[in-house]
């Protein structure tokens, strides 16, 4: 179960309590889907999703760009390649519904990537932005 937890701080706030609203949206859509809720509702979470995406990323790339983030290219490519895959479940939901297989597909494809890209990328954004405070 996907869920916010201390380990996943990059210690930076504004970073944290964004991943935190945005996992309890991957959350909110994979037990949209887990409890077999209808297209139009697993429709309404993704898109309440995607949104948020779109929001988080840009302002993640705004602080990488007021700070000439060395890592700003790779970092953004990953944000990229998200998106794109949000994009593909868009398109799989509209033509298949919520099938169990878009289901396991969004699980590995959301929750995975979420807790690695933070684990990874994100913490390593935190760091610097940590270290060019000091
Ligand atoms: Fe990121």
Redesign the pocket.
Known sequence: MLKWTDELSVGVDEIDNQHKELISRVAGLLSAMAKGKGKDEVTETLDFLADYVVFH?SS?ERIMREHAYPGFTH?RQ??LFFTERVKGLRDRLAQEGPSSSLAIQSQRLLSDWLVN??SV??SA?GAFLIDAKR
């Open positions: 990323f993640e970092h990953q944000h890209h933070i990328i994100d954004l």
